[in-house]
């Protein structure tokens, strides 16, 4: 059985790289080549373009500018906190966003805390309304205050 997928994985790889791949011994180029925009906005290889960045020294300065977030974006400071309640009786605060992580205190339920952070796996970097301590605590144990 082994053998079998063994051998499906390296034929669907052969057919992958056949389809897709280069052969560099041919000489072909490659399907897709670098390209970019001169300060004029035309299209230009890869040569040129290398020749635009390193001999024009506003070219940082104009690269910085095309990738600066609009003031707009940027969510302001004054901003009110995003409030949540607390909906379990006790619930462990974490120093990271693990059960692995050591636990650094608790709150109880009805306690109200600030969202700063979230991540993919549900964990939400909190602080406790009257400390200023941040802990990372479960999603389902927090429900959004209205």
Do not use: C, H, K
């Not at 389809?19 to 390209?35: L, Q, V, Y």
């Amino acid at each position: 059985m082994m053998i079998r997928l063994t051998s499906l994985l390296v034929a669907g790889l052969g057919l992958t790289m056949l389809i897709a791949g280069e052969n560099p011994a041919e000489g072909d180029p490659p399907a897709a080549t670098r390209t970019a925009f001169d300060p004029a906005g035309v299209r230009i290889g890869t040569e040129a373009a290398d020749a635009v960045l390193f001999d024009d020294p506003a070219a940082i300065e104009r690269a910085v500018a095309a990738v600066t977030v609009p003031a707009a974006a940027v969510p302001s400071q004054a901003a009110t906190p995003d409030y949540w309640v607390v909906t379990g009786n006790r619930v462990n605060l974490r120093g990271g966003p693990s059960t692995s992580d050591a636990i650094v205190g608790q709150v109880g339920e009805g306690q109200r805390a600030e969202v700063l952070e979230r991540t993919d796996s549900g964990w939400l970097r909190i602080r406790t309304e009257g400390s200023a301590t941040d802990a990372w605590i479960f999603g389902r144990f927090l429900q959004r205050q209205v």
